[in-house]
């Protein structure tokens, strides 16, 4: 036996939990505050501070680690697990996941994972659960190897040590104009978000989005340092469909024409339109990817809403339904299927996003960063929160500190040879 205890502990997330649904319905805002009233089922709001479970392995040389389990800023939008209601997520930790933890030997991470997350019949454990547990249970395979959890993660799936920095995409919030700055500033890889959730910010025909991708790519010359050149990614939260229609010939031709008006950069949408479904998502997605690669457009699109799980990430990625994956990691659910995910992305030749959201915590970002070095993944997101200094400090921070470990693992190696 490994684990002689376990422990629980509510905390808070970093962001806010979002009705989508009653935003996209036209819910005004006053201050920070979204007013009407909730669609979403289980929101008593539309906007509610978000909440965290963290559950700490009580190891038998008594260390504790930890994972934090939490959902994303849009809870029960585009297919996903329900809002995340603290009390429940405990019972059912207590009762389902605990007596599985006491037996697991966790020095094997992958079969601790599948021992732990069996099913309750034919349903899966909420995917809050899993996140957060395998968190912990990928920091006690690391304590009792002596290692760093990426170094985990490459001895389970039989990956070389990695060497590459991974990209760090930055959301800015509603705060644009500021944390855009701020991003150039920091000479972030991936910018700025946008957070284009609403009619109000994208405009009639787009006209207000477009104006402000201009200004981002003008503001990158004027204050950047000489030869920084990031990538720009905005997330549409389905305006385009919104706005524009749902015909994928008349969504390919929008973000070309926004492409084209910064013809130097890289262009990311995120989320252009929401088809009502994981399957009609992948269908009209590839016909909108097949429209963009033929004219040779700058622009590309990344899949958020109806791709969740490591099955629907499969799906878009064999039918190339998309250019990258956002591989959200709440709802992918264990952070060993984020790992599968950046991997079976890659061997589709799909590119991987090892994203989550602005409602997680420190541990979880942490962890995320050792999945995405591990993996290799092609960019990863700054979080939690919506402030830029924070989250590219957690991220960044851990990304150098685990580089440094992972050289000198490799110096060693090659001395002992």
């Known amino acids: ?55 700490g392995l009580v190891l038998v040389d008594e260390t504790v680690v930890w994972g934090d389990m939490m959902s994303v800023q849009y809870s029960g939008a585009g297919g996903r697990d329900a809002l995340f209601e603290t009390a429940q997520i405990a019972d059912i930790t207590s009762q389902v996941v605990v007596p599985r ?10 079969n601790a994972c599948a021992k732990v997350f069996e099913p309750i019949g034919q349903k899966r454990l909420p995917l809050a659960i899993e996140y957060g547990v395998s968190q912990a ?15 985990i993660i490459c001895r389970e799936f039989d990956l070389p040590l990695p060497t590459r920095r991974v990209p760090i995409y930055c959301q800015s919030g509603d705060a644009r104009e500021t944390n ?34 201009k200004w981002v790519a003008t503001r990158t010359r004027q204050i950047g340092r000489p030869g920084y050149h990031p990538v720009l990614h905005f997330d549409v939260y389905g305006w385009i469909g919104q706005e524009i229609g749902l015909d994928p010939q008349s969504i390919a031709d929008f973000i070309c ?30 016909k909108i990817v097949s429209i963009l690669d033929d004219r040779g457009s700058s622009g590309r699109i990344v899949v958020d809403e109806r791709c969740n799980t490591l099955e629907d990430i499969r799906l878009f990625a064999e039918a190339k339904a998309t250019h990258l994956v956002q591989i959200k990691t709440p709802d992918v659910g264990s952070i060993a299927d984020t790992a599968r995910a950046v991997l079976l992305c890659k061997e589709n030749k799909v590119g991987a ?6 409602t997680e915590t420190d541990l979880s970002a942490q962890a995320s960063v050792h999945v995405s070095v591990a993996t290799q993944a092609d960019m990863m997101l700054a979080k939690p929160g919506m402030g830029v200094d924070e989250a590219f400090s957690i991220v960044g921070n851990e990304q150098s500190r685990l580089l440094a470990m992972l050289n000198r693992r490799r110096a060693q190696t090659e001395n002992v040879v």
């Open 180 to 213: 855009v700055d701020k991003m150039i500033l920091k000479a972030v890889d991936v910018l700025p978000h946008g957070l284009i959730n609403s009619r109000q910010k994208f405009g009639v025909d787009g006209q207000t989005f477009m104006d402000f991708v």
């Open 1 to 55: 036996m490994q684990i002689k205890g376990v422990l629980l502990a509510p905390g808070n997330g970093a962001f806010f939990y979002d009705d989508q649904a009653a935003i996209r319905a036209g819910a005004s805002q006053d201050g920070f505050v979204y007013v009407g009233e909730p669609v979403t089922p289980d929101f008593q709001s539309i906007r509610v501070p978000a909440t965290s479970l963290s559950i």
């Open 137 to 151: 249970l990928l920091r006690a395979a690391a304590h009792l190897q002596r290692t760093t959890m990426a170094e």
């Open 101 to 110: 933890l006491i037996d697991v030997d966790v020095s094997r991470y992958l």
């Open 257 to 286: 024409k926004v492409a084209d008006t910064v013809p130097d950069f890289t262009l990311n949408i995120e989320s252009p339109a929401d088809f009502g479904s994981t399957q009609a998502q992948i269908e009209n997605y590839a």
């Open 353 to 358: 996003y090892v994203g989550g959201s602005c």
